[in-house]
């Protein structure tokens, strides 16, 4: 299919099932979910909601630009949370990631669970 490309990067950890870190199609970069994974090691790095958060959006960072693309560039994005309770605990990381003013779309569920035992998981939609 020549009106795709697979992304993949060492950059980030290697998917961990049968999905691909990112695809470009149709101008845009449609990154999968990530958690709090070292790249290096591909273990789960723990931690409170705001330091999975970070790696997460570090994380998503480096398939971006495995892309050719950025965090600027986002159009949207999804963030799943195992509870509410940690909603301002990650927003207060994603606002430095994303400015308000310049902060793309978002939506925001509490879902039983995520791999790993991860408190947070985000993927997005941005602009090859």
């Known amino acids: 299919m020549s009106d795709r490309r697979i992304v993949a990067t060492e950059g980030a950890p290697k998917a961990i099932g049968p999905y691909s870190q990112a695809v470009i199609a149709g101008g845009f970069v ?3 979910g990530q ?3 070292d790249p290096a ?3 789960f790095l723990g931690g409170d909601v705001a330091a999975q958060t970070e790696r997460v959006l570090r994380n998503l960072s480096a398939v971006l630009a495995a ?24 927003n207060e990381v994603y606002a430095k990631h ?3 003013g310049a902060a ?3 939506a925001t569920v ?11 998981e985000i993927d997005c939609v941005a602009l090859a």
Do not use: E, I, W
């Not at 159009?75 to 301002?88: G, I, Q, R």
């Open 30 to 32: 449609h990154c999968s």
């Open 67 to 90: 892309a050719g693309s950025d965090l600027s560039r986002v159009v949207k994005c999804n963030v799943y949370l195992t509870t509410m309770d940690h909603f301002a605990a990650m």
């Open 41 to 43: 090691s591909g273990a």
């Open 98 to 100: 994303f400015p308000q």
């Open 110 to 120: 509490a879902v039983a669970g995520l791999p790993k035992g991860a408190l947070v």
């Open 104 to 106: 793309p779309a978002r």
């Open 35 to 37: 958690v709090a994974l």
